[in-house]
């Protein structure tokens, strides 16, 4: 006896566009799902045009390949937390972050600043990220994110 599976019903959203920056003339179509919720882009695919012309016009289950990733946080809330640090002049000098550069910093904060239950996310690339306080000292705004079953 075969065991039933539990359907459910997410929101999400369809992307189709065109790939036009490839030298051929066939090109490409891509096509990606998104969930809503977790804001996860779960399904990815590049599709030959003549595959993809094939598919919407009546021929049905074409084969293509799929990229797959985030399944086991799909239909799940993302909830984000939003935190600011701030290092004086001596807590920079005293960790060897002088040379306070983007990428160090962001290593600085994956090595130091994890939170249990939390994915950190620390891209430090937006304009308010780093701000410099005058006294040599520096405030990183960064943020931890996770996924949730209920909002």
């Known amino acids: 006896m075969k065991k039933k599976t539990k ?8 992307s189709i566009s065109r790939v036009s920056h490839l030298p051929s003339n066939e090109g490409l179509v891509h096509l990606s799902i998104r969930d809503k ?4 882009q779960f399904i990815d695919a590049e599709i030959p045009m003549a595959i993809f012309a094939n598919a919407i016009t009546g021929l049905g289950e074409v084969p293509i390949r799929i990229r797959v990733q985030g399944l086991p946080f799909v239909g799940k809330y993302k909830q984000v937390e939003h935190v600011s640090i701030t290092l004086s002049k001596l807590e920079i000098k005293k960790l060897k972050l002088n040379q306070h550069t983007r990428e160090n910093l962001e ?4 090595e130091n600043y994890q939170k249990d239950g939390w994915f950190i996310n620390p891209y430090l690339g937006s304009q308010d990220s780093i701000q ?5 000292g520096i405030t990183i705004n960064f943020s931890y994110y996770r996924y949730n079953k209920t909002f």
């Open 7 to 14: 359907e459910s019903s997410i929101p999400a959203t369809l």
């Open 37 to 40: 919720r977790s804001h996860i």
């Open 107 to 110: 290593q600085y904060l994956v």
């Open 132 to 136: 410099y306080n005058g006294k040599g």
